[in-house]
């Protein structure tokens, strides 16, 4: 079991406890879950007058994820990684806080999640410009289907991924991913993420960093992303 998990000591004693002596003793470990469940927290601040000028004062509101949003932060954390690390689709979602009496349209989650997509944007963009800083960085793609409302069908868009990990050769940087989703697989996105690496790039076989480097050779530049590694991506 880990460290940090909480234990709680259940004494199970025998009858007529008290007429006999303790010798030893079994102790038993069962894992329990105790499922989650919703609070309300709510802000009371007084409105108070000043006896002597009369005026008023109030605290001001505490910051909210959401202005005037009725959803903490613990509650948007708690969907955006049921949502993008527990796979569970916004529906599905929905169906689960149903059972604890909540009834939250998944079309309000999904509006939250946008929220949540423009706050957390500024520690993505940190994420981004630290890959790009690194001299050896792993790319890959793969196709992700993605609802085409109207057309009755999905389309293909990409989702990339590109890895900085020094950690193999003895590498002082903190290791970090940054995943980008772009509706095709032009070569305009790849040259547009790359624009300012200067390094080597292992890839599978991708015409898109490729000509990322053979159109910054022809600019001149002193170090262009040089697509390494195989041909033919090992099946995932």
Do not use: N
């Amino acid at each position: 079991m880990p460290d940090d998990v909480a234990e709680l000591k259940r004494l199970v004693a025998a009858k007529d406890a008290e007429l006999v002596a303790k010798i030893g003793e079994s102790v038993t470990e069962v894992l329990e879950y105790i499922p989650g469940r919703f609070e309300v927290v709510r802000h009371v601040r007084p409105a108070c007058s000043c006896r002597k000028c009369e005026a008023m004062v109030q605290a001001p509101m505490p910051d909210l994820p959401i202005p005037r949003g009725m959803a903490g932060p613990g509650f948007l954390a708690h969907v955006a990684i049921a949502k993008f690390c527990d796979h569970l689709p916004l529906y599905r979602q929905a169906e689960i806080y149903a059972r604890s009496g909540l009834d939250i349209d998944r079309g309000q989650l999904a509006e939250w999640l946008g929220h949540i997509a423009w706050l957390l944007r500024p520690l993505a963009e940190l994420i981004a410009a630290h890959v790009m800083a690194g001299r050896v960085i792993h790319a890959d793609d793969t196709p992700v289907p993605v609802l085409a409302p109207g057309a009755g069908k999905t389309k293909t868009g990409r989702q990339w991924v590109y890895l900085r990990d020094e950690r193999p050769h003895a590498g002082s940087a903190p290791p970090a991913v940054l995943y980008r989703y772009t509706p095709d697989r032009k070569g305009e996105h790849c040259r547009a993420e790359l624009a300012q690496f200067v390094g080597w790039l292992h890839a599978a076989r991708c015409a898109a960093a490729e000509d990322s480097g053979q159109e910054r050779s022809r600019r001149g530049h002193p170090l262009c992303p040089l697509a390494l590694g195989c041909t033919l991506p090992l099946p995932r």
